[in-house]
């Protein structure tokens, strides 16, 4: 990525998505990048069989529902200061989130989404694996912030989690402009993986980096001891990659980057 010029984040009116919302405003001030707010909700008479909401007599109801959800998203977001940042172009999505989001997803750089939280009825139409359908199927980097706290610092200190793979690849490629503006960034890599080719690549772009070396774990600690190496290195950013079958659609969902989405504590940038 050349440069970071344009920002999409996920919208669904509840309490974490207006701290995310936040969050991707400080971004796109950051990198002078344009900012496109989507909410993209998947409306009820979809979600609920329509001939059992016609028969039930809760078509009607439904859709009023969804129109009301809408408005009082759209409120939050009119409400939310922007802090001196972009206040962003209000997008509206009428069909399946996940479907709506890759597409509009296609037109930008990088995506902010939410980590899946305890389901509420304001967040109903989005499903427990909106953020995984929508990396795989976009084909577009996101960050990916957790449910609990918004992070006040926006990649000041970066941890690379390195793979020698293609998706390590692309989400470093993905990081380039943050780590530019970084003030620390290290990549750790674990076992006997070389890491010169990255560290050229990082030089080349202007990224100083320090490089450290760990012991091979047992891949079903990985992900957990990602997260404790960040924490100990007052990380703010993690920029990981695939761990695991890259071309199976549960590669997000189990080992490591499954650990990552269900137990982040820091925002991921992660890509496939």
């Not at 990198?31 to 909700?41: E, F, I, N, P, R």
């Not at 409400?79 to 997803?105: F, K, M, N």
């Not at 006997?192 to 760990?214: F, I, N, P, W």
Request: aromatic share 6%; proline share 6%.
């Amino acid at each position: 990525m050349v440069g970071l010029k344009s920002v999409l984040v996920h919208f669904d009116g509840t309490t974490q998505s207006i701290a995310r919302l936040q969050w991707a405003r400080r971004l796109a001030r950051q990198h002078a990048a344009q900012l496109s707010v989507l909410y993209a909700v998947t409306p009820a008479n979809l979600r609920f069989a329509a001939s059992y909401a016609m028969e039930a007599g809760f078509g009607p109801s439904l859709a009023e529902f969804d129109e009301e959800l809408r408005a009082q998203a759209r409120q939050r977001f009119e409400d939310a200061p922007d802090e001196g940042g972009p206040r962003g172009r209000w997008l509206e999505s009428q069909g399946i989130a996940e479907y709506s989001t890759v597409h509009v997803a296609w037109g930008h750089d990088l995506m902010v989404l939410g980590q899946s939280s305890p389901p509420t009825p304001e967040a109903g139409g989005v499903g427990r694996d909106f953020v995984p359908n929508v990396v795989i199927d976009s084909g577009r980097p996101a960050i990916v912030v957790p449910y609990i706290g918004t992070p006040p610092a926006m990649g000041q200190r970066v941890m690379i989690a390195w793979k020698p793979s293609r998706e390590s690849a692309r989400a470093v490629s993905a990081a380039v402009p943050v780590l530019q503006q970084a003030q620390d960034v290290t990549v750790v890599h674990y076992g006997d993986e070389a890491t010169q080719g990255l560290m050229d690549y990082l030089s080349a772009h202007g990224v100083r980096a320090t490089v450290r070396r760990e012991p091979l774990p047992k891949e079903d600690v990985m992900g957990d001891l990602l997260l404790s190496q960040a924490a100990d290195g007052s990380a703010d950013l993690l920029v990981a990659g695939c761990f695991g079958h890259s071309r199976a659609r549960e590669w997000i969902w189990g080992g490591v980057t499954r650990t990552l989405l269900r137990s982040m504590t820091l925002p991921v940038l992660m890509a496939h």
